[in-house]
């Protein structure tokens, strides 16, 4: 079982929707949970980050974490095509300081 | 704020060369973070430095990579006898110690081994 898991897509969206990203989690002392966006040949970009049951809004994004259910979540209200990356979601555990990264899920925004 | 910096962005090298990529942190930024990235991957955590301490290593880090950061400042990262399987992105972050500790990535060195 991968550490952290999330669909690998694509997800295809049109302008103005909402989209809905979503990544599980197997290790229960995690604390922190951050997602960044990444396009082609780029490195990735931090967009959000939780560390708190519940949700977190920042401008159109909104993330989403249970730790009940081990699961975190990313929305993003009114989708745009410079939306279109592959969007990562990264745990960091218990004392350790490094990222465990999912595979990523690759957003495609259409007009 | 200057963001991380690596250099050099691309490099190719033959298979068993050596070589050795750097990596500017941002300037209050006391952690230093190496991760490798493979297409259709996610980063992979290589190793980990708060100021000149190397904390953690990764298990997948063979013995012919070493990193340093001698002053707990800039970091370098060397990789001996490349091998092709070496190829990807290696990418360098930092954070703060304080706080959530949110990693800031940096531009990337890619790595192309013939």
């Known amino acids: 079982q991968k550490e952290v898991e999330q669909n690998s897509g694509p997800l295809s969206v049109p302008e103005g929707a909402i989209a809905s990203l979503n990544c599980t989690y197997s290790d229960r002392g995690s604390q922190s949970f951050f997602w960044y966006r990444q396009y082609s040949g780029k490195s990735p970009e931090l967009i959000m980050f939780?560390?708190?049951?519940g949700d977190k809004e920042d401008g159109r994004f909104t993330a989403q974490l249970n730790k009940a259910s081990q699961y975190v979540s990313l929305l993003i209200r009114d989708s745009q095509p410079s939306d279109s990356a592959t969007y990562l979601c990264a745990v960091r555990s218990g004392g350790y300081n490094k990222l465990i990264f999912g595979a990523g899920t690759r957003l495609a925004v259409h007009p | 704020d200057t963001g991380v910096s690596q250099d050099p962005r691309h490099k190719i090298t033959k298979r068993g060369q050596n070589v050795t990529f750097r990596c500017d942190p941002i300037s209050e930024h006391n952690r230093l973070y190496w991760y490798r990235q493979t297409l259709g991957q996610g980063p992979e955590f290589l190793t980990y430095?708060?100021?000149?301490?190397?904390?953690?290593k990764s298990r997948l880090l063979s013995d012919r990579f070493s990193a340093e950061r001698p002053k707990g400042s800039f970091s370098t990262l060397e990789i001996q006898r490349t091998e092709q399987g070496d190829s990807a992105m290696y990418l360098c972050?930092?954070?703060?110690?304080?706080?959530?500790?949110?990693?800031?990535f940096g531009p990337g060195t890619r790595l192309t081994v013939l």
């Open positions: 430095f708060q100021n000149e301490a190397q904390l953690e």
């Open positions: 939780i560390y708190s049951n």
């Open positions: 972050a930092s954070s703060r110690l304080a706080g959530g500790a949110e990693q800031f």
